[in-house]
T-cell receptor, first 116, second 114 residues
Framework: AQTVTQSQPEMSVQEAETVTLSCTYDTSESDYYLFWYKQPPSRQMILVIRQEAYKQQNATENRFSVNFQKAAKSFSLKISDSQLGDAAMYFCAYRFRMDSNYQLIWGAGTKLIIKP | DSGVTQTPKHLITATGQRVTLRCSPRSGDLSVYWYQQSLDQGLQFLIQYYNGEERAKGNILERFSAQQFPDLHSELNLSSLELGDSALYFC?????????????FGNGTRLTVT
C-alpha cells in the first residue's frame, strides 16, 4: 500500500533560522511525483515545491529546497531564513499512477511555528 | 488567489441532516476534485469529475454524492450527517483529466455537525 508518513506533528524554529521537515513514503513504483503543500491559517492549500522521482537533482524554490533520497524513500523540506509568514501546516504528498489515473496520497502534516 | 471558489465557508448543521457544498473551478480547468480533511489529518480523496463525468472515486461514503454541471461547477452532497462528518471539505481543480497537472485548491468549507 502507498503511504506517506510525517513523523513530526509540530516543529518550531527561530525567525531567520533554518528548519527541516521530514517525510517518508512507501511505494513499489518507480515513476512518481512528490510534493510539499503549505496550509496557512487561511486554510488554502498552496503548492510549495515538487519533485519528479526520475530527477536526481533536488528541487529548489527560493528559500525552500528538498533533500530527495529515493533509495531511502525520504523527501524532506528545508526552509532557510525562516519568516513569520512561513508559519503553517505543511503536508507532504505522493502522486502515483494507478490504471489510467493519478492518485495523491497525503501525510498527516507538520505544524510549523516560527518564533520571532 | 487560486481562482477556485467554494461556498459556503462555514456550515453548521445537526446530525441526520443533508447539506450541499459548492465549488466553482478555476477558469479553464475541466477537472474537479473533492477532498475531506479531518482534524489534524491529511487530505482524503473523495471523488473526481472531469468535464461532467465521474473520473475517479476514492474513499467516499455512500451517504455522499457529487456531480459536475455543464458550466463545470460541482456540488458535493452529504446526507444523513453524523458527528464524524465534521471536517474541512476542499475542492481542487486542474486542467487535465488524469491528475497529472497541478491542482489548484479552494479555501475549503468547514462543516460542523452537532
Amino acid at each position: 500500500a502507498q503511504t506517506v508518513t510525517q513523523s513530526q506533528p509540530e516543529m518550531s524554529v527561530q525567525e531567520a533560522e533554518t528548519v527541516t521537515l521530514s517525510c517518508t513514503y512507501d511505494t513499489s513504483e518507480s515513476d512518481y511525483y512528490l510534493f510539499w503543500y503549505k496550509q496557512p491559517p487561511s486554510r488554502q492549500m498552496i503548492l510549495v515545491i515538487r519533485q519528479e522521482a526520475y530527477k536526481q537533482q533536488n528541487a529548489t524554490e527560493n528559500r525552500f529546497s528538498v533533500n530527495f533520497q529515493k533509495a531511502a524513500k525520504s523527501f524532506s523540506l528545508k526552509i532557510s531564513d525562516s519568516q513569520l509568514g512561513d508559519a503553517a501546516m505543511y503536508f507532504c504528498a505522493y502522486r502515483f499512477r494507478m490504471d489510467s489515473n493519478y492518485q495523491l496520497i497525503w501525510g498527516a502534516g507538520t505544524k510549523l511555528i516560527i518564533k520571532p | 488567489d487560486s481562482g477556485v471558489t467554494q461556498t459556503p465557508k462555514h456550515l453548521i448543521t445537526a446530525t441526520g441532516q443533508r447539506v450541499t457544498l459548492r465549488c466553482s473551478p478555476r477558469s479553464g480547468d475541466l477537472s474537479v476534485y473533492w477532498y475531506q480533511q479531518s482534524l489534524d489529518q491529511g487530505l482524503q480523496f473523495l471523488i473526481q469529475y472531469y468535464n461532467g463525468e465521474e473520473r475517479a472515486k476514492g474513499n467516499i461514503l455512500e451517504r455522499f454524492s457529487a456531480q459536475q454541471f455543464p458550466d463545470l461547477h460541482s456540488e458535493l452532497n452529504l446526507s444523513s450527517l453524523e458527528l464524524g462528518d465534521s471536517a474541512l471539505y476542499f475542492c481542487a481543480s486542474s486542467v487535465g483529466e488524469t491528475g497529472n497537472s497541478p491542482l489548484h485548491f479552494g479555501n475549503g468549507t468547514r462543516l460542523t455537525v452537532t
